[in-house]
């Protein structure tokens, strides 16, 4: 239930949120250090995602 009101999706039901958010179609790729999340173009869920991302971090310090 937190993840999805944490991506925006406070109505979601946990298959949505786990079908739309955390089975996401993504390539990781490192470069330099860091890890890199490359996001499809034109996902429809990729806002869910940066606002469920951006909770998570300032969340955690």
Excluded: F
Aim: net charge positive.
């Amino acid at each position: 239930r937190a993840v999805a009101v944490a991506a925006n999706m406070a109505k979601a039901r946990w298959a949505t949120v786990r079908r739309n958010i955390i089975n996401t179609p993504a390539r990781i790729a490192a470069t330099g250090r860091r890890l890199v999340l490359h996001l499809p173009t034109g996902w429809p869920w990729a806002e869910h995602w940066q606002h469920l991302h951006a909770t998570a971090i300032t969340s955690s310090g």
